[in-house]
């Protein structure tokens, strides 16, 4: 949010969507397999169904608030016919429409989560965990291949910074560190912690910031990154001095729980508030992210938790059907 209010040089915005891909990752494939160890399966259903709840409402809710400015003229310059493609989560693709919307990223996600429970139950049932995580960790070398071939290849190597099939190793680096040596499910650690982990993560992490030629910046960079945060989250959630403290208190919380609508709405607010194009001032910019907060509150507060208090609904209805005997043995 703040790189988007002109503070890019301060708070590099792509490495926030690298963060956000590499936390999806890990929560996303911790949860996977926790329920492979407690159930031997993986209730598909139950997956998309929470993707959907927590992803979909917010997010349509969204564009029609920003279609909603467009019809006022508060934010122009939108291409209206293409606004499907966002919807379809194609954008990243087919990078058509104006809506203010850092879609993409969130396509890349979409893209994730429709094939990736399969092809960890695939692997699961036959592999260790750890034995998983070198196969995704050799997928991310793959990844990184294709991005060194994309940027041969095509006018605009700006472009490979939005495909699923260039960045999908930046969220599975995540499922690398959910499958081998997690923070939270695993007992052994084969990392560093303390001082010595976050000097390894910076000499990973502070190349890919300082290195400015522009095929490092699209390929080799979000590999840097990867690898970097792998050994900067291991050691952040088991660092109960300095990262705990730091990361788990009320303030982080709250703004965590709002953070998937400060996403989706803080860029439209914003374009509604400048001055001119791409410009910037302090004033503008601020009311902007305080509205977006606002808006962040009311969408929680009306959306998200009714709609994730109905899907806990369902899923305790659905669990105690399945608990239920036979109908002939209910009538005998």
């Given at each position: ?61 969204t ?58 139950l695939?692997?699961?049932?036959r ?24 940027v ?70 979000y ?76 969408m ?18 659905a ?14």
């Open positions: 949010m703040l790189s988007h209010v002109g503070l890019e040089h301060l708070f590099p915005g792509q490495f926030g969507v690298t963060l956000f891909f590499f936390l999806s990752g890990y929560l996303i494939t911790t949860l996977l397999r926790r329920e492979k160890e407690r159930t031997g399966r993986i209730d598909f259903g139950a997956f998309y169904l929470r993707r959907a709840v927590r992803i979909l409402p917010p997010l349509y809710i564009i029609l608030f920003v279609l909603g400015l467009n019809a006022a003229g508060v934010i122009p310059r939108m291409k209206l016919w293409a606004v499907p493609f966002d919807l379809l989560f194609l954008s990243n693709y087919f990078p058509l429409s104006s809506i203010p919307i850092g879609l993409w990223s969130l396509a890349v996600e979409e893209h994730f989560y429709f094939g990736f429970p399969l092809l960890f695939f692997l699961a049932r592999l260790s965990f750890a034995s998983c995580a070198l196969v995704f960790l050799g997928l991310c070398a793959i990844v990184l291949g294709v991005r060194l071939v994309e041969q290849r095509v006018a605009d190597i700006q472009q490979v910074n939005f495909w699923t099939h260039t960045r999908l190793d930046s969220i599975l680096f995540g499922s690398v560190l959910a499958l081998w040596n997690n923070p939270v499910a695993d007992r052994t650690e084969q990392l560093p912690r303390g001082l010595a982990a976050y000097l390894l993560a910076a000499a990973f992490l502070i190349p890919s910031f300082v290195i400015r030629d522009e095929v490092f910046r699209m390929t080799w960079r590999t840097l990154q990867g690898l970097g945060l792998i050994v900067l989250f291991n050691a952040a959630i088991r660092d109960r001095r300095f990262a705990g403290p730091l990361l788990d208190n009320p303030f982080t919380k709250w703004v965590a729980a709002l953070s998937y609508t400060l996403y989706l709405v803080h860029s439209a607010l914003i374009r509604a508030f400048w001055p001119g194009m791409d410009q910037h001032a302090f004033l503008p910019d601020a009311i902007a992210i305080v509205l977006s907060f606002a808006y962040a509150m009311a929680r507060r009306w959306v998200e938790q009714p709609m994730a208090a109905w899907r806990r609904r369902r899923e305790r209805a669990a105690a059907a399945q608990q239920l005997p036979e109908p002939d043995l209910v009538r005998s």
